[in-house]
């Protein structure tokens, strides 16, 4: 049987998830579901109630660049040195720096001091912990040196009691207790000395309060990185801030406080930038000076030394001058020419009596002479007219024209001496000049390598004038870094989600449960339910039977209002629709082991019979176990083992009437013997059958289990019909394969399936959706069956 059930248990693995019938079978325990999710629900509220509130206020900061505002600080001169191109440029994600100013530790840590964050007070009331923050009516105090120094977070329980105040504390896994009567008062703690004393504005406390007081560096990394969020907006000089508290005062107070912090921090490092950049201003202005009075002095060395006043003028002066110089050259040499055409025109005896021509000469001395010459000649032309060469006066003019052409010669020696020492000097006039103009571009570049010296350094010193002044405005007025765009006014409750944390339990609640029938169904192999028999054997179903309440076998079938008596009424007409022919009319009743109820339905299956006006005849033939004696209140001492062991042949006087039920006839099994087998293989006993079939409507036979024994398999031979006992909740399903290879075998005839002490209500929704077509009643259940689509 063995390698049945494994066999049975591979074709269940291999067979795929039918959901529909995973569903029906949550269905079936929705009371388990309801249930689970009423007190998941309440499970949820309660834990909803429990957490605290937390509460999100937001905020938004513009961050100015006061570079750009017109602020002084070392960065800002360095960046109009840079525009000055003094300075090499780089660029800085100014907004992000300051993101991270705003989120630093070292912000936090004021903020944690200004507002006593390091110190909490909260009450409890209907399961919820309220933070009071400055509502508290107790305020609390550790001195500095203790309080910077906590390793671990000081707690305090303070109840109020008939007028005095009951302080249960733990520091480091050390409790502590003390009584105080009188406020304000002074506490010795293993964490330091604490100072406590009423609230201004407050009374003696009534409640409850836990005081927590943790180190403020812990407190301020805790805030920046669970509570306080920071995002650079689409504007980019402006940061949206966003905090988490447990009370929305505090978390308006956080951020204001923060801005303001934010604010005076960037004022103090602004005055400090501001200073340093004075001190920094008047160091570079000294070294300044002295630098430029140094460049002055070079260049006022430089003119002396150069005999210069100004390059350009004195390059223009040069230039005249050297082209004066050159006009009165060329006008010596031309004067030289003159003279020494005149001189080859006096030299020519052809020219003795021709007048001098006059071609510029510019000496007056020689111009004289010549004049006179040429006054001479013409005078002696109109002597000549008319008288002889002898004539005195002629020879008295030829004798001064001689004088003259002489004078003029020695004239012209003269002059062109003088002219050539004229030239002489205009030459070495010119050359100096020439000399200067081809000085002046070293003298100008030498001058401009000094001046441009000169002129940075006079530049810078102007410039670091005025940045002196305005850092000292700078040191006067302070303009806030930081606006609040949006002030912190309004709050979002962020958790607990409600409606979040009440959907997750009330999943909770429908898994719980899902996962508890998963286990059990996972670990039960039992049958539930005719969907389960269906499911693992294709042998026929005729019914099924609902639990049975009563304490005996036998039901009470006459009450309507009964579900096993109806169900007995169905299972009555479907045996008569299924015994086809009037000669049927033995049906064996069996199952695979004891407890079953085979008993149980042959007793009542034979009673309903006999209510139909039949006569029915109820043979027990389970002679190892035999129960109709007791059941019909027989004796045992008679029965059918005796007449197969041939003790008695009268097997009718051994047959009891029933009284409740006329109609009904018993036989009951008698003494147990020691050879049943052989017992029902008698041919006597099929003699006995045969002659019952010719008295009774209806042969009711229960049998032993067919798993335990083979006395039923001897039995099919004279059965018409085998009704098979399976019991919900009791028989195991693999046990279904000894029952489907006893119908493949064909040993025993017509099977059909009985499913006994069936949870009806449990299993309605399944019938309802499984099968076609149902009914109900109305006297408190409802039951439905059919045909299977």
Request: aromatic share 8%.
């Given at each position: 049987?063995?390698n049945?059930?494994?066999?049975?248990?591979?074709e269940?693995?291999?067979?795929?998830?039918?959901?529909?019938?995973?569903?029906?079978?949550?269905?079936?325990h929705?009371?388990w579901?309801?249930?689970?999710?009423?007190?998941?629900?309440?499970?949820?509220?309660?834990?909803?109630?429990?957490q605290?509130d937390?509460?999100?206020?937001?905020?938004?900061?513009?961050?100015?660049?006061q570079?750009?505002?017109?602020?002084m600080?070392?960065?800002?001169?360095?960046?109009?040195?840079?525009?000055?191109?003094?300075r090499?440029?780089?660029?800085t994600?100014?907004?992000?720096?300051?993101?991270k100013?705003?989120t630093?530790t070292?912000l936090?840590?004021?903020v944690?001091?200004?507002?006593?964050?390091?110190?909490?007070?909260?009450?409890?009331?209907?399961l919820?912990?309220?933070?009071?923050?400055?509502?508290s009516?107790?305020?609390i105090?550790l001195?500095?040196?203790s309080?910077?120094?906590?390793?671990c977070?000081l707690?305090?329980?303070?109840?109020?009691k008939?007028?005095?105040l009951?302080?249960?504390?733990?520091?480091n896994?050390?409790?502590?207790?003390?009584?105080?009567?009188?406020l304000?008062?002074?506490?010795?703690?293993?964490?330091?000395?604490?100072?406590?004393?009423?609230?201004h504005?407050?009374e003696f406390?009534?409640?409850k309060?836990?005081?927590?007081v943790?180190?403020?560096?812990?407190?301020?990394?805790?805030?920046i990185?669970?509570?306080?969020?920071?995002e650079?907006?689409?504007?980019?000089?402006?940061?949206e801030?966003?905090?988490?508290s447990?009370?929305v005062?505090k978390?308006q107070?956080v951020l204001?406080t923060?801005?303001?912090?934010?604010n005076q921090?960037?004022s103090?490092?602004?005055?400090l930038?501001?200073?340093?950049?004075?001190?920094?201003i008047?160091?570079?202005?000294q070294?300044l000076?002295?630098?430029l009075?140094?460049?002055?002095?070079?260049?006022e060395?430089?003119?002396?030394?150069?005999?210069?006043?100004?390059?350009t003028?004195?390059?223009?002066?040069?230039?005249?001058?050297?082209?004066l110089?050159?006009?009165?050259?060329i006008d010596?040499?031309?004067?030289?020419?003159l003279i020494?055409?005149?001189d080859?025109?006096l030299?020519?005896?052809?020219n003795?009596?021709?007048?001098?021509?006059?071609l510029?000469l510019?000496?007056a001395?020689?111009?004289a002479v010549i004049?006179?010459?040429?006054?001479?000649?013409?005078?002696?032309?109109?002597?000549?007219?008319?008288v002889?060469?002898?004539?005195?006066?002629l020879?008295?003019?030829?004798?001064?024209?001689?004088?003259?052409?002489?004078?003029?010669?020695?004239?012209?020696?003269?002059?062109?001496?003088g002219?050539?020492?004229n030239?002489?000097?205009?030459?070495?006039?010119?050359?100096?000049m020439?000399?200067?103009?081809?000085?002046?571009?070293?003298?100008?570049r030498e001058?401009?390598?000094?001046?441009?010296?000169?002129?940075?350094?006079a530049?810078?010193?102007?410039?670091?004038?005025?940045?002196?002044?305005e850092?000292?405005?700078?040191?006067?007025?302070?303009?806030?870094?930081?606006?609040?765009l949006?002030?912190?006014?309004?709050?979002?409750?962020v958790?607990?989600?409600?409606?979040i944390?009440?959907?997750?339990?009330?999943?909770i609640?429908?898994?719980?449960p899902?996962?508890?029938?998963?286990?059990i169904e996972?670990?039960?192999?039992?049958?539930?339910s005719?969907?389960?028999?269906?499911?693992?054997?294709?042998?026929?179903?005729?019914t099924?039977l609902?639990h049975?309440?009563?304490?005996?076998?036998?039901?009470?079938?006459?009450?309507n209002?009964?579900t096993?008596?109806?169900?007995?009424?169905l299972?009555?007409?479907?045996?008569?629709?299924?015994?086809?022919q009037?000669?049927d009319?033995?049906?064996?009743?069996?199952s695979?082991m004891?407890?079953?109820?085979?008993?149980?339905?042959?007793v009542?299956?034979?009673?309903?019979?006999?209510?139909?006006?039949?006569?029915?005849l109820?043979?027990?033939?389970?002679?190892?176990?035999?129960?109709l004696?007791k059941?019909?209140n027989?004796?045992?001492s008679?029965?059918?083992?005796?007449y197969?062991?041939?003790?008695?042949?009268?097997?009718?006087?051994?047959?009891?009437?029933?009284?409740?039920?006329?109609?009904?006839y018993?036989?009951p099994?008698g003494v147990?013997?020691p050879?049943?087998?052989?017992?029902i293989?008698?041919?006597?006993?099929?003699?006995?059958?045969?002659d019952?079939?010719?008295?009774?409507?209806?042969i009711?036979i229960?049998?032993?289990?067919?798993?335990?024994v083979?006395?039923?398999f001897?039995?099919?031979?004279?059965?018409?019909?085998?009704?098979?006992?399976?019991r919900?909740?009791?028989?195991?399903?693999?046990?279904?394969?000894?029952?489907?290879r006893?119908?493949?075998?064909?040993?025993?005839?017509?099977?059909?399936?009985?499913?006994?002490?069936?949870?009806?209500?449990?299993?309605?929704?399944?019938?309802s959706?499984?099968?076609?077509?149902?009914?109900?009643?109305?006297?408190?259940?409802g039951?439905?069956?059919g045909?299977?689509?």
């Amino acid at each position: 049987m063995d390698n049945y059930f494994d066999q049975l248990e591979d074709e269940l693995r291999e067979k795929p998830i039918n959901w529909r019938e995973v569903f029906e079978k949550l269905f079936m325990h929705w009371k388990w579901f309801v249930v689970s999710v009423i007190i998941a629900l309440i499970a949820g509220f309660v834990f909803t109630r429990m957490q605290q509130d937390v509460f999100e206020v937001k905020s938004s900061m513009l961050i100015i660049d006061q570079s750009r505002s017109g602020q002084m600080n070392e960065m800002s001169v360095l960046k109009q040195l840079d525009a000055a191109g003094l300075r090499s440029s780089g660029s800085t994600a100014m907004i992000n720096n300051e993101e991270k100013v705003i989120t630093s530790t070292s912000l936090m840590k004021r903020v944690v001091k200004v507002l006593e964050l390091h110190t909490t007070y909260t009450e409890e009331k209907y399961l919820k912990r309220i933070d009071l923050y400055t509502q508290s009516p107790i305020y609390i105090r550790l001195d500095s040196a203790s309080l910077y120094d906590l390793k671990c977070t000081l707690s305090l329980q303070i109840e109020p009691k008939n007028g005095t105040l009951k302080i249960e504390g733990n520091y480091n896994d050390s409790n502590f207790r003390q009584t105080i009567n009188k406020l304000p008062a002074i506490i010795k703690t293993p964490a330091g000395i604490v100072y406590m004393q009423i609230r201004h504005g407050f009374e003696f406390p009534e409640e409850k309060i836990k005081v927590t007081v943790s180190n403020p560096s812990k407190i301020a990394k805790s805030l920046i990185n669970g509570s306080l969020k920071t995002e650079v907006g689409k504007l980019l000089d402006v940061i949206e801030l966003s905090f988490k508290s447990t009370n929305v005062r505090k978390g308006q107070d956080v951020l204001n406080t923060l801005a303001d912090i934010y604010n005076q921090d960037a004022s103090e490092q602004n005055n400090l930038s501001a200073n340093n950049t004075a001190k920094f201003i008047d160091v570079r202005l000294q070294l300044l000076a002295r630098e430029l009075n140094d460049v002055e002095r070079e260049v006022e060395n430089y003119k002396q030394d150069n005999k210069l006043t100004d390059i350009t003028e004195d390059a223009r002066i040069f230039q005249g001058k050297n082209n004066l110089y050159d006009q009165r050259e060329i006008d010596v040499e031309m004067q030289q020419n003159l003279i020494k055409y005149v001189d080859e025109f006096l030299r020519d005896p052809a020219n003795n009596n021709a007048l001098v021509p006059n071609l510029g000469l510019t000496d007056a001395g020689l111009m004289a002479v010549i004049q006179a010459y040429n006054g001479l000649l013409m005078t002696r032309e109109r002597i000549s007219v008319g008288v002889s060469e002898q004539n005195p006066s002629l020879k008295t003019l030829n004798v001064q024209i001689n004088g003259a052409r002489k004078a003029i010669q020695t004239s012209i020696a003269s002059t062109r001496i003088g002219l050539q020492i004229n030239r002489n000097d205009l030459s070495q006039q010119n050359a100096r000049m020439q000399n200067k103009i081809l000085n002046i571009p070293r003298q100008e570049r030498e001058f401009i390598e000094i001046k441009r010296q000169q002129q940075v350094k006079a530049t810078l010193y102007t410039f670091l004038l005025q940045k002196r002044e305005e850092a000292s405005l700078n040191m006067a007025v302070t303009v806030p870094k930081g606006r609040i765009l949006n002030t912190p006014d309004y709050s979002t409750h962020v958790s607990p989600k409600k409606n979040i944390i009440l959907i997750i339990f009330f999943l909770i609640g429908l898994v719980i449960p899902a996962v508890l029938i998963y286990i059990i169904e996972m670990f039960n192999t039992m049958i539930r339910s005719r969907m389960d028999v269906e499911k693992y054997s294709d042998i026929p179903v005729l019914t099924e039977l609902a639990h049975s309440k009563s304490d005996g076998a036998m039901i009470d079938l006459s009450a309507n209002a009964s579900t096993n008596s109806e169900l007995f009424r169905l299972l009555r007409t479907k045996l008569q629709f299924t015994l086809d022919q009037p000669s049927d009319k033995v049906v064996l009743i069996t199952s695979t082991m004891s407890g079953e109820g085979k008993t149980f339905v042959s007793v009542n299956l034979s009673a309903m019979l006999s209510m139909a006006d039949k006569k029915v005849l109820l043979i027990g033939l389970d002679l190892r176990r035999p129960q109709l004696a007791k059941i019909f209140n027989i004796s045992e001492s008679t029965g059918v083992s005796l007449y197969l062991s041939g003790q008695d042949n009268d097997y009718k006087s051994m047959i009891h009437e029933s009284e409740d039920y006329p109609g009904l006839y018993v036989l009951p099994a008698g003494v147990i013997p020691p050879n049943p087998s052989e017992l029902i293989m008698k041919k006597r006993f099929d003699t006995m059958i045969n002659d019952f079939r010719n008295e009774y409507d209806y042969i009711i036979i229960d049998s032993a289990p067919a798993g335990a024994v083979s006395d039923t398999f001897l039995l099919d031979r004279v059965a018409d019909l085998t009704i098979y006992i399976c019991r919900a909740g009791y028989t195991d399903r693999r046990y279904l394969e000894f029952a489907n290879r006893a119908h493949h075998e064909k040993s025993l005839k017509r099977m059909f399936f009985v499913i006994n002490d069936v949870d009806v209500e449990a299993h309605r929704y399944s019938y309802s959706r499984k099968y076609g077509y149902g009914y109900g009643y109305g006297y408190g259940y409802g039951y439905g069956y059919g045909k299977e689509k």
